[in-house]
């Protein structure tokens, strides 16, 4: 069982629908919550009661490196990451801009991990003092089966989630817990706001506040796991 209260947590997409119902959450759980989005104008979305909102664009390793040090400066210990943000693209592989699948493969996989990997010392550290930590990722129900028309967003989210499973095996002996959230389908808006292609006709999805109680119950039990057929 993992305590929050107090805790500093850093929530990555705090102004997306999905991020937003996190972030409350944890809010109301008594976290400290340090918040990011990608813009000025997003940051406006993010819930009120956070201690800290910053801009970070995934799509930037310079915005990565950036905010990775500005957290660090802080001297503000970090006991958790939740990384809740993401771009989707629609179309065959013949179909797909290769520029497109590069930006899903560097916001879906490599922006978190080159910003996990700059917080862990930090997040070491602190579960040194504590005896615990956490990091979640959030990489869906396209990193267990393949969906047509979504070869590049799958390829991207099951990357996340290799690395989400090599990094809880490295994170084990610092107490610090891995966990990789594989929702399905979550009416979060982020379909018609696909950077290339159309989405296809899906069903009526999940809520995001229902979602998001399923991550951070996951997340206070220790989880390792949330499978889809978890939601």
Do not use: W
């Not at 006991?79 to 699948?101: C, K, M, N, R």
């Amino acid at each position: 069982m993992v305590e929050l209260v107090s805790k500093n947590v850093l929530v990555v997409g705090a102004s997306g629908a999905l991020g937003n119902q996190i972030t409350q959450q944890l809010i109301a759980a008594g976290v400290n919550v340090l918040a990011t989005a990608s813009s000025v104008d997003s940051a406006e979305k993010i819930p009120a009661g956070v201690a800290l909102r910053l801009v970070l664009d995934l799509a930037n390793p310079a915005s990565i490196q950036g905010v990775a040090e500005h957290l660090l400066s802080l001297g503000t210990p970090i006991d958790g990451v939740v990384i809740a943000s993401g771009l989707v693209g629609f179309g065959s592989a013949l179909e797909t801009p290769t520029t497109d699948s590069g930006k899903l493969m560097m916001v879906n996989y490599q922006g978190p991990a080159m910003l996990i990997t700059g917080l862990l010392p930090s997040l070491i550290a602190r579960a040194a003092e504590t005896g615990s930590g956490f990091i979640t990722g959030i990489s869906g129900l396209v990193a267990e089966k393949a969906f047509l028309g979504m070869s590049a967003y799958s390829a991207s989210k099951s990357a996340f989630s290799s690395y989400l499973a090599g990094l809880g095996l490295e994170l084990r002996r610092h107490k610090i817990t891995v966990l990789d959230a594989r929702p399905g389908h979550t009416d979060t808006g982020l379909a018609g706001r696909a950077i290339f292609g159309s989405a296809p006709a899906f069903p009526a999805g999940m809520t995001a506040e229902h979602v998001a109680s399923v991550i951070v119950a996951g997340i206070i039990d220790g989880k390792r796991e949330l499978a889809s057929t978890d939601f």
